[in-house]
C-alpha cells in the first residue's frame, strides 16, 4: 500500500539512509535520548521498524545525566552519517561543542566500537564520511562554509598533506546556511547535499541543495533541487540522503517539521537530467511516492508499543527493555528495574523543579496527528511530596499523575504553559 508523505508521522530527524543487498538502514539523530543513533529497517522504503542502537550512552557528563539543574536538551547527538564498506558498518556523528566519534560494526545490530576522532577542530558540524573508488577517505562537514578533509584509512587523523579545503560556502541571505551534509560519489561524480533556509520572498523555508563537482579538486556547482512544503505552514522538506533500489531507481529521505510532533521523514522520487538529480515530480512531493519491496510479505514490528514489562535480561544480567523505548537522558541503573513477576518500577534521586528534570523518564515517540496512551500506577511506594504518572514530554509539557501530600493520595494535573517568546515558559 502506497502512504502519503510523509511516510513515518513520528520524530525521526536528519536521516540518512543507505541499501546493504535487498535492505534498507536508515539513522535519525536522537539527541538527548538514550539509548541513541536508532537505526530503522526497510524492505520499501516506506514501512520501517527498529533495529537497534548505536550507543547506550554518549560521553557520561554531568549534563547527560541530568545533575543538578543541568541538561543537553536541544545537543547529545545531531545528524549522524551512515555508510557500508567492505563489510563494515560506519556511523559518524557530532556532538555539538564537544567532539565527534566514529563507530564501526559488522552487523547493524552490533555490537558497537567506537573511536573519537582527533580533529583540529574538535567537533565536526553534520558530517558525512566518503570512502572513494581510490581507497582514500574524505568527511565533508560544517555550517555555512563546507570543508571536505582528507583522513587517514584507519581514521587515526587528518591525512598529512591530504586534501582539505573549502567546497561550499553560503552566499544568500539566510536564517539558517548551508549545513547537513551528505557526499557521494555516483557514476564518477560527486553530489553534495545540504539544506539551508533562504531570507528571501516566497523562497523563506528550507530547501535542499545539491553541490556538484567533477573532482573533490574541482569547483562545486550550486543548484536547489527542491524547494516545497507539500502545503504544510511553509514548512519546506529538506535534508537528508538519498538510495538508489535493486531495479536502478532513487529516492531522497528528507524531514519535514510538524512542530510539537517533531520531524517526519518524507520519500521523495529522485530522476537524473544530464548528471543533475532531479527532486520529486515538476519540482513538488507527489503526495503518493510508490517503491517496489524486497519482501513484500515481511510483517513489520510497530515503532510504538504497549508493555507489561516483564522481567527480561540480556546476556550481561542487564534489564532488557523493548526496542522502543527510550530514556531522557541517561538513565541511573540504580533507580529503575522490573519486577520479578513483571512490572517496572523507577525512582529519581533528587527534587526537580519540573518535569523535564526528572531523572530516568521513559519515553516513546508520538504518533501524529494523535495519539493515546494510559498507565497504570502503583502508588503505595510514593514518599511524601512525590508524584508519578504520564506526560506528553515537550517544553510545554502536560502531565496527569499520583502525588503523595499529608499521607492521603490525590490526582494532579500539571501543565507547562509558553509565555509569548521561544522558550520562555510559565512554571
Known sequence: MNRPAPIIKMDYPDPDVIRVEDTYYMISATL?????????????????????????????????????????????????CLRYHEGRFYVLLGIPGRSSYLYTASEIGGPWSRKKLESPQGYLHDPSLLFDDDGRVYIAYGQSEIRLTEWEPDFSGPREGGLDRLIA??????YLGHEGSHLYKIN??????????????????????????????????????????MGFRNQGVAQGGVVDTPEG???????????????????????????????????????????????????????????????????QGKYELKKQWQWN???????????????????????????????????????????????????SGLREGDCAGLCALQGCYGMIGVTR???????????????????????
Not at 169 to 174: A, C, T, Y
Not at 407 to 423: E, F, T
Request: glycine share 10%; hydrophobic share 35%.
Open 329 to 379: 537522558h541517561e538513565p541511573d541503573p540504580r533507580l529503575w528495574g522490573i519486577r520479578e513477576g513483571g512490572g517496572l518500577w523507577i525512582r529519581t534521586d533528587k527534587i526537580c523543579s519540573n518535569v523535564l528534570q526528572a531523572k530516568n523518564t521513559l519515553t516513546q515517540r508520538m504518533l501524529y496527528p494523535h495519539c493515546r496512551g494510559e498507565v497504570t500506577v502503583d502508588a
Open 32 to 80: 538527548h535520548f538514550m539509548p541513541g543513533g536508532v537505526i530503522l529497517r526497510s524492505y520499501d522504503l516506506r514501512n520501517w521498524e527498529i533495529a537497534g542502537y548505536v550507543y547506550d550512552t554518549l560521553e557520561e557528563t554531568p549534563q547527560e545525566r541530568m545533575e543538578g539543574e543541568s541538561s543537553i536538551y536541544g545537543k547529545g547527538m545531531w545528524a549522524g
Open 169 to 174: 560556502k553560503e552566499r544568500e541571505q539566510v
Open 249 to 315: 531507481r532513487w529516492y531522497a529521505m528528507l524531514f519535514q517539521d510538524h512542530g510539537a510532533v517533531g520531524r517526519m521523514p518524507v520519500l521523495v522520487p529522485v530522476t537524473w537530467q544530464d548528471g543533475l538529480p532531479m527532486f520529486g515530480r515538476e519540482g513538488k512531493v507527489p503526495p503518493v511516492t510508490p517503491a517496489r519491496g524486497t519482501r513484500p510479505d515481511y510483517r513489520y514490528e510497530p515503532l510504538y508499543t504497549s508493555d507489561s514489562f516483564p522481567c527480561l535480561r540480556d546476556w
Open 405 to 427: 501530600t499529608l499521607s492521603s493520595y490525590y490526582l494532579v494535573v500539571i501543565a507547562r504553559k509558553l509565555l509569548g517568546g521561544p522558550g520562555l515558559y510559565a512554571g
Open 188 to 229: 564518477g561524480k560527486y553530489y553534495l547535499f545540504t539544506i539551508h533556509w533562504p531570507n528571501q520572498e516566497g523562497r523563506n523555508r528550507r530547501t535542499q541543495v545539491c553541490f556538484t563537482a567533477d573532482s573533490l579538486e574541482g569547483e562545486f556547482v550550486e543548484h536547489e533541487v527542491l524547494s516545497d512544503d
